[in-house]
C-alpha cells in the first residue's frame, strides 16, 4: 500500500479533525500530495494539495481559509487540518498523489492528474 490515510470519525458542527496520510519514502519525496472527497450521491471533488517541497498549496474555495494541508518530509506524512467544519464537508477523503509532475509544476484540481490513491477515511460532521 502506497498511501494510508486515517484520521476521519465523527464531530459536531463547527469541530476539527486532523487527517493524515503516509506514503512510501519514494513516493512522498517526488509527488503533489493531496485530498479529495465524495460525498454520498456525488462526485469527487478536489480539496487541497500541496508541492513537493511544502508548497505552494492550492485549495478548493469551499475549504479555503478553514482547511490547512501540510506535509513532513521526515516522516513522509501529508496532513488535512480542518477547521471550522460543517455538515457539507460529510464525506469520505482520500489521499492522493501526483507522481508525474515535476517541481514547481502547477498543482492540478483534476482527479485524472493524481495517479496514487489510497483508501478513503470517513468524516461525519452533525449538525
Known amino acids: 500500500v502506497q498511501l494510508q490515510a486515517s484520521g476521519g470519525g465523527l464531530v459536531q458542527t463547527g469541530g476539527s479533525l486532523r487527517l493524515s496520510c503516509v506514503a512510501s519514502?519514494?513516493?512522498?519525496?517526488?509527488?503533489?500530495m493531496g485530498w479529495f472527497r465524495q460525498a454520498p450521491g456525488k462526485e469527487r471533488d478536489f480539496v487541497a494539495a500541496?508541492?513537493?517541497?511544502?508548497?505552494?498549496?492550492t485549495y478548493a474555495g469551499s475549504v479555503q481559509g478553514r482547511f490547512t494541508i501540510s506535509r513532513d518530509s521526515a516522516k513522509n506524512m501529508v496532513y488535512l487540518q480542518m477547521n471550522s467544519l460543517k455538515p457539507e464537508d460529510t464525506a469520505v477523503y482520500y489521499c492522493?498523489?501526483?507522481?508525474?509532475?515535476?517541481?514547481?509544476?502547477?498543482?492540478?484540481?483534476?482527479?485524472?492528474?493524481?495517479?496514487?490513491w489510497g483508501q478513503g477515511t470517513l468524516v461525519t460532521v452533525s449538525s
Open positions: 492522493v498523489a501526483d507522481t508525474v509532475r515535476a517541481i514547481f509544476q502547477s498543482i492540478a484540481t483534476s482527479e485524472y492528474e493524481y495517479d496514487l
Open positions: 519514502a519514494r513516493t512522498f519525496s517526488t509527488s503533489i
Open positions: 500541496v508541492g513537493q517541497r511544502g508548497f505552494p498549496t
